[in-house]
């Protein structure tokens, strides 16, 4: 939109400017694909080792009605299990800020949780739980809910004590600080909770599967490696990129559509890339 | 040297003292502080960085705790906080997700009064510090200078006994913070409330105040009262009055003398 006459650059130049943002990894994903596509084919790769891209696709094509109910049985873990992490979470996290003696006896079980390798636990969730959708969205609750905690803790006590001290002079109650002031200023940190936790949550629902379960895309992907069906197993990852990446952006448009107004990319802007 | 029984007292400061302790010493912060403060009056703690002059503010309205002594506002001790007022901060503490107007309103719905009713008061007040037109900026579209207007803005909204402020422009550029000086004393001169305001300038000090309490440091002790008998309102002008340049070197060469400043090291 610039003038003509002072910027005389090539109609090319601005295209590019205007698309380049997504044009740029467009382009190098068609010719990764190229290359892979290239190389399987000249080199005589066997399918079960790894096959073509033009493969998969035909796979994704062909098998769309079964990937698609096995997705939603792990969308559904993952979804519930992700919802039940932020929802005793969050709570956890206040009673942490205000309570020093539930965050004295909390914190040593969150720990240990957090530091044993949950796979560790799935074989207990199955022999408790069985083979249906709890186990999976326990795993996932567990896998999930400390990030939230932390960050959300961290955001909680972010609040300036000078701010604090304001209220206090308006005689502010406990409920109304909350509510008012160190909830919002919790959000840009719980969001960064969120977002690591959305992925985890994903890794969490797939382990479950993987380990015992009847359903989901984890379980798919064990039994096509038994069958040495490695295009399955490619295609179900694929499946998997796909909603990990929609999980993902939908906690980043909800962040946006909450933090849209505070201006926080200034620093980004004015700190020119330090 | 601490004056106290002055007439009609708002605020009697009686024998404060406050000491911080660690695991390993004790800090004298504030040493039996004594001092009467009048209404409508506007008063300033003058002193260099450690006299506990903040800390002195904090618990003279409540929001901390003396180890000795005790406060007494309209002849009411002090245990909890004392909501009747009004504070601006050296930091604004604007909320970044609320407008300018919003922030100011913050006072108005913690308080639970009718926001309705107050927005316009609000608005009033931002025209007043010069920010008209204003009052859907958010907190980072405005400048340092602008984000502690309306920070005053909302210490004043819902017309609080007194006004304190610590040190509410010492984060600004000697330009701005004389705007501020003359601002400040025009809204001060229209409502007349009681004013306190801690400062480590001493041209702030004798620019703005009735009275000028000066402090020692470590511990904070009331050095000496000067009452400042410039005519109001003070104007940029005044500022190169020789009366004015008066009370600022007797300040300074007072500094000297308790040895706040040196010429060698």
Redesign the interface.
Known sequence: MSDNRLSQEPAGDATWRRHGAWLTPLLTLVCCLAIWEAAVRFLAVPVYLLPAPSQIAAKLATSYPLFFSETLSSVASISAGFAAAVIVGIPAATLMIYSEWFRRSIYPILLTAQVLPKVALAPLFIVWFGFGLLPKVLMTFLISFFPIVIDTLTGLNSV?P??L????????SRW?AFW??RL??ALPSMFGGFKIAITFAVVGTIVAEFVGSDHGLGYILVLARGNLDTVTVFAAILWLVAIAFLYYFAVELLEWLL?K???SN?SHELGAGL | MAKTGQPNPIISIRSISKTYRSRSNAVDALRDISFDIVKGEFVSFLGPSGCGKSTLMMILVGLAKADGGEILIDGRRIDTPFTDVGIVFQNPELLDWRTALKNILLQIEIRRLPVQKYSERARELLAQVGLAGFDDRYPHELSGGMKQRVALCRALIHDPEILLMDEPFGALDALTRDQMNSDLQRIWLDQRKTAVLVTHSIDEAVFLSDRIVVMTPRPGTVAEVISIKLPRPRTVESRNTPEFNEYVAGIRRYFFSLGVLKDER
Do not use: C, D, F, T
Request: hydrophobic share 35%; net charge positive.
């Open positions: 300036r000078e701010s001290m304001l209220l206090r002079s308006m005689g502010a109304q008012k002031v919002p200023s933090l107004r505070r201006g200034r």
